[in-house]
């Protein structure tokens, strides 16, 4: 298989963690402009979303530093420029020179110096390497910030700057000319389901006009654990329901919110929208995937600019629903599991019970981690990190502490719920020897169904 | 007009002046800016209860941070709770506020005000010490940190000083522990004193936006 696609962009599908290849020659700042251009359009693209909630949060920090032990890539390096709040420094900075109320203070004695280039091109690695936006320092924090929240409007200041690490800037891009980050162009993606359909004997159901449900998947999972899209066909087929991929709207990763680029991330979400409002679905399922739970469940309606005409459930929710409803049944597992909670699904996501209803039906002993649940330690995944080959080092240091969380557990079975998180498991389980796999709760599901109760 | 005049007169009624109109400022500042709706559709009704919830669970550490951060909490209660105290149960004070408001009420005795404001000050100190020497604090603290520091430490070192009569001149260093007090109000609306509110307002906030959602709290 070509690894160019339609684009020049080459992408490094051998490995276990999919992005475009190390780069010979790193461009991590894009465009052509003067300085005092990207910092306008920084400040012009970071105040824009800028609101009550924003402008409390940047007010209410007392500078504890309680937050840098909250957050895995602190706890992993111990360097304290990664303290949460610090990644926005210059954004806080600028905040009180320009938005806030006393800003013609800090403006006229000048106590706020203006934010220069080279400060937000030194942030670069703050923002996008080392934060997943997570949440956890929200935990922590006693003032409760959602810095996370802060980190993704900095990040929208730092794309329309032309501030993205190269490869995230090129997945992005990928994402924006082809539909997919990772090379699932429509007619890959039809040629992989067809594949999966034939090679696990399951009816597939493709660009139906209507149907009731619409199913996303990831790139991750279309190219690397295409048996997710097998797995999902086999359990919405067990149940009965009028579903469909639609190869018009299909990829449920948003890249556009992770690079910072609002107007491409409205742009992936709308083709969502409008493929699930032309096929009139009532439902549309998220695959194991956690930032895309967190773009259309939570941002979706707000990119959309109304109440979204469908309902919108993660994978997981839409299972545990299922087995509460009867509508399928599960054969039981005679195993210890601990789960890996994605941040994005559970923290940030709400849908923290929905694994563990699951794991439940599957009859398994389910071992929480040290800090599971809500309180989860990222994998370090998430965020776009994993595309950026200069944030391998401490990414793998942070699955470090997570591989001993799990293996504390003593369980005899990983499981999670994002295809992402497991990609990363893949990948620094062979890097650090773990000699355990992360598996898929969809799989395991579709795995141990019980096919002749309905 | 002698300093002890000054500092009883017209310095109260500017500083509680620009106490009062900044906090209003900078908390109106805030609230005027416009909020866009959250259009999702909540998991679950009753996001204020989340509001309200999340203002106390934030008041102390979830269980895995305790060994990380718990002591710098306990720093941080001895001192907000000493504050309160001293400024309140303190004899001289209560009499002052009762001054202006019209009543009296209940105060401890000067040998425990003087033992809380001692521990207090130590508490102040450990909490600067700790900001010189952790690197995370160190890096992430600016002039606001210190300025506000030194304006809460000095009304207890002037106040111990008064107590314990170390004042050359008694009336002049009553004077000056009473315009410690009004440079900290003073202070108090431009810095992080503010997080006196902003705490309610930021714990609200996340407690609200995030029961809608589920998840954290």
Redesign the interface.
């Known amino acids: 298989m070509s690894n160019k696609t339609v684009t020049e962009i080459e992408l490094d599908l051998e490995s276990k963690r999919l992005s475009v290849r190390k780069p010979e020659e790193r461009f991590d700042v894009q465009g052509e402009m003067s300085d005092d251009e990207r910092i306008e359009k920084a400040m012009l693209n970071f105040a824009k ?5 924003s ?3 940047m ?8 937050c ?3 957050c895995p890539f ?1 706890e992993a390096s111990g360097d ?2 990664h ?1 949460p ?2 990644k926005i ?1 210059p954004f806080k900075q600028a905040y009180k020179r320009e938005a ?3 800003a013609f ?1 800090y403006k006229t004695l000048n ?1 706020k110096p203006k934010v220069t280039v080279d400060e937000l091109k030194n942030w670069q690695e703050l923002l996008y390497d080392t934060c997943t936006m997570c ?1 956890r320092c ?9 810095i996370a929240t802060l980190v993704g409007m900095a990040r929208h200041a730092m794309f329309h700057a032309g501030l993205v690490p190269h490869e995230l800037y090129t997945v992005t891009e990928k994402a924006f000319k082809e539909g997919s980050p990772l090379g699932a162009t429509p007619q890959v993606f039809e040629d992989r389901i067809e594949w999966m359909g034939d090679e696990h004997e399951v009816e597939m159901h493709v660009d139906e006009d209507q149907a009731d449900v619409l199913v996303l998947m990831s790139s991750i999972e279309i190219q690397k654990y295409p048996e997710s899209m097998a797995a999902t066909a086999k359990i919405l087929n067990h149940m009965g329901k009028s579903w469909t991929f639609r190869t018009d709207g299909y990829e449920a990763t948003n890249f556009g919110m992770l690079s910072g680029n609002t107007a491409w991330q409205k742009d992936m979400s709308m083709k969502i929208i409008n493929a699930a409002e032309k096929i009139g679905a009532k439902l549309v399922i998220l695959p194991e995937c956690g930032h895309a739970y967190q773009a259309l ?6 990119m ?5 005409p469908f ?2 459930q993660h994978i997981s929710e839409f299972l545990a629903d299922a087995i509460d409803a009867g509508a399928i049944k599960l054969k039981t597992l005679n195993k210890s599991v601990a789960f890996h909670d994605p941040c994005q699904v ?7 019970p929905a694994p563990r209803k699951v794991l439940e039906a599957l009859g398994v002993e389910q071992r929480e981690t ?2 599971g649940g ?2 989860n330690l990222c994998c370090g995944g998430g965020g776009g990190v994993i595309t950026i080959h200069r944030a391998d080092t401490l990414r793998y240091k942070i699955m470090g502490n997570k591989f001993r969380q799990l293996d504390a557990t003593g369980a005899e079975m990983m499981v999670t719920s994002c295809s992402n998180c497991r990609q990363n498991f893949d990948d620094s389980g062979e890097k650090l020897n773990w000699g355990k796999e992360m598996n898929s709760l969809l799989e395991l599901v579709a795995d141990n169904l019980v096919e002749e109760a309905k | 007009m002698t300093l002890l005049d000054f500092a009883r007169g017209p310095a109260m009624q500017i500083a509680i002046i620009i106490f009062v109109l900044g906090i209003f ?2 908390l ?4 005027a ?4 709706k ?4 909540p ?1 679950q009704k009753g996001a204020w209860i989340g509001g309200i919830k ?1 203002l106390f669970v ?2 102390w ?2 269980k ?2 305790v060994p ?2 718990g002591t ?2 306990i720093v ?1 209660y001895i001192i907000h709770l000493g504050l309160f105290i001293v400024l309140i149960f303190g004899t001289p004070h209560m009499l002052f506020f009762a001054d202006i408001v019209g009543f009296t009420w209940w105060t401890l005795p000067g040998g425990v005000i003087t033992a809380v404001s001692v521990i207090t000050l130590v508490a102040l100190f450990v909490a600067l010490a700790k ?1 010189l020497v ?10 606001d ?1 210190y300025a506000a520091w030194f304006l809460t430490t000095a009304p207890f070192v002037t106040g111990l000083m008064t107590k314990m009569n170390l004042w050359p001149h008694y009336e002049t260093g009553l004077a000056i522990h009473i315009l410690s007090v009004w440079l900290l109000l003073i202070y108090f609306p ?1 810095g ?1 004193l ?2 006196s509110f ?2 309610v ?3 609200y ?3 609200s ?2 029961a809608r ?5």
């Open positions: 979303d800028f609101g009550r909630v402008a409390t949060y007010e209410s920090c007392i500078h504890c530093g309680a840098a032990h909250a602190y304290p420029r303290t709040i610090w420094e806030g109320p006393l203070v106590l949440g929200t935990l922590i924090c006693p003032m409760s910030i959602d469940r939570w941002q979706g309606a707000n959309y600019g109304k109440p979204l309902q919108v559970s923290r940030r996501g709400g849908a923290t040290e800090s809500n309180m | 400022w900078r109106v500042g805030v609230w800016l416009r909020q866009k959250d259009l999702s559709e998991r999340g934030h008041a550490p979830y895995p941070f990380k951060v710098q909490y941080g900001r952790n690197p995370v604090q160190r890096l992430i603290s600016n002039f940190d431009f992080k503010m997080h902003w705490f307002v930021s714990r906030t996340t407690g936006r995030f959602r589920g998840g954290m709290s």
